[in-house]
């Protein structure tokens, strides 16, 4: 079925250093990446999306990439804060409107001041 | 305010009484889903609705049931609740773009 892959599980980085996270899907139809941030005890967020008609989006220090061919696509966090740390999730969908979220394991990110 | 509401937000009870979390949105979104999150597996979703008397099994249905009466809410059905549904709970709907989730219910069965 469906799968979508995250690593690394765990990253830690210091304050001002960037922070790559990476996920790979297994259904070539997914049309639809978003990723979510889950601080400790709370929700899951809506951070950055980005749709398979577009190659890179951005917003402030965080940006998100797509590779179609590949079947990959990437969270980039610039200048990281300590209000950085949390888990982040990526997930992906076949429909643009409604519809399942396939989502990763998550990775647990930690920025040291 | 756009959200998604779920309660109770903590429950403790004990094996096999019967309990009902409560999800209701204000979004008129159609499509509605639960999602269980534990330690090491990530959200894995029990049970997703895409519309009035439209629902079906996730990844994780077994112990649960659901209904779908009316567009905005979407309750979850534990029958004879046991200790391995002890959980960190998360309803969600969605239109465009991502889901917007819950606050959460952490149950915990005794």
């Known amino acids: 079925g469906e799968n979508v892959e995250q690593h690394p599980s765990t990253l830690s980085v210091q304050e001002g250093d960037s922070a790559v996270i990476k996920c790979t899907y297994s259904?070539?139809?997914?049309?639809?990446f978003p990723w979510y941030k889950q601080e400790l005890g709370k929700r899951p967020q809506l951070i950055i999306d980005?749709?398979?008609?577009?190659g890179e989006k951005k917003d402030q220090r965080i940006a998100v990439t797509l590779n179609k061919t590949a079947k990959h696509f990437s969270l980039h966090i610039t200048e990281t804060q300590p209000e950085d740390s949390a888990v982040y999730f990526c997930?992906?969908?076949?429909?643009?409107?409604?519809?399942?979220?396939?989502f990763g394991q998550g990775t647990e990110l930690s920025v040291k001041p | 305010e756009a959200q998604v509401t779920q309660n109770p937000r903590y429950l403790i009870t004990v094996t096999g009484k019967k309990l009902t979390v409560t999800c209701s949105q204000n979004?008129?979104?159609?499509?509605m889903s639960w999602y269980r999150q534990d330690p090491g597996l990530g959200l894995r979703q029990i049970y997703y609705?895409?519309?009035?008397?439209?629902?079906d099994k996730g990844d994780v249905p077994e112990g649960y049931k659901v209904s779908r009466k009316e567009k905005r809410n979407f309750p979850l059905i534990l029958e004879s609740p046991s200790p391995n549904q002890t959980s960190l709970y998360f309803c969600?709907?969605?239109?465009?773009?991502?889901?917007?989730f819950g606050s959460g219910t952490r149950l915990t069965v005794v």
């Open positions: 969600a709907s969605r239109w465009e773009g991502g889901y917007t």
């Open positions: 259904d070539s139809a997914s049309n639809y």
């Open positions: 980005i749709r398979s008609n577009v």
């Open positions: 997930a992906a969908s076949k429909h643009n409107q409604g519809g399942k979220l396939i």
């Open positions: 979004m008129n979104h159609e499509y």
């Open positions: 609705s895409m519309n009035v008397e439209v629902t």
